[in-house]
């Protein structure tokens, strides 16, 4: 009888062992269901800033350098990576207008970054189109006879490179990937021009009698004297009735 009685405790001991175990589970699935994504984005970045301290703890503990250690982390493709990046970024942070060259540049960069152009396939095309894919032979003829392009590698080249006087069209399929960046980013521009909206100053004056800012100011001046004067002039000109 005994025995049973503690067969039975430890079941009652394992039951609520697993009944605890299942709502601590319960519970931590709930929380993550509930966790948005900058949630996540601040865990991670809480996370990278505990590694990036306890390496420093780790390298002043031991002797050695932060900064050197650190950088011996990075390759030498990501150090030309990196010094890419920086140049680009000091390049773009030239926000004054130069010309209208410089402005369509500028547009035209931020349009290769969010289209993401495929440049592998790009130059395959290319290859495939000039017919530089087929010679593979490095002898001093072959390597002669590509510095001169031939008539048809000319042709090839000026169907490749078309421009608005060309007679071809509807040859080339894109991928679907390709359409839907398109497609993405023309809606993307006509959704930020729908929603533009440029606050003029002072919009709550009423008629616009002036063509730019100094204007505006003499206006003002003038209107500040002679308004009481030309009032029954204007109010005339309004109706119609001016003689």
């Known amino acids: ?78 150090n030309e990576n990196w010094e890419k990046k920086k140049a680009r970024k000091a390049r773009r942070a030239d926000y004054e207008f130069h010309d209208d060259a410089h402005a369509a540049r500028r547009r035209y960069k931020k349009d290769l970054d969010i289209l993401k152009p495929d440049v592998e396939v790009y130059n395959r095309q290319k290859e495939q189109a000039l017919g530089l894919l087929a010679s593979g032979s490095s002898t001093p003829s072959s390597f002669s006879s590509e510095l001169v392009p031939t008539s048809g590698q000319r042709m090839a080249m000026e169907s490749f490179y078309r421009d608005a006087n060309t007679l071809l069209y509807a040859d080339n399929k894109p991928a679907e990937d390709a359409i839907d960046r398109v497609v993405g980013k023309i809606n993307q521009d006509l959704d930020k021009k729908a929603k533009f909206s440029r606050k003029r100053v002072n919009e709550e004056e009423g008629d616009i009698t002036y063509i730019n800012e100094r204007n505006r100011v003499f206006n003002k001046k003038i209107a500040r004297y002679y308004d009481k004067y030309t009032a029954e002039i204007r109010a005339s000109f309004e109706r119609g009735t001016a003689l």
Request: proline share 0%; no cysteine.
């Open 1 to 78: 009888m005994e025995e049973r009685k503690a067969k039975m405790e430890r079941l009652r001991a394992k039951m609520r062992t697993s009944t605890r175990a299942n709502r601590q589970s319960l519970v931590e699935e709930s929380a993550k269901a509930k966790m948005t994504a900058r949630d996540l984005a601040r865990l991670e970045r809480q996370k990278k800033l505990m590694e990036i301290l306890q390496s420093q703890a780790e390298a002043e503990a031991n002797g050695e350098d932060v900064e050197r250690s650190k950088n011996w982390e990075w390759t030498i493709e990501d």
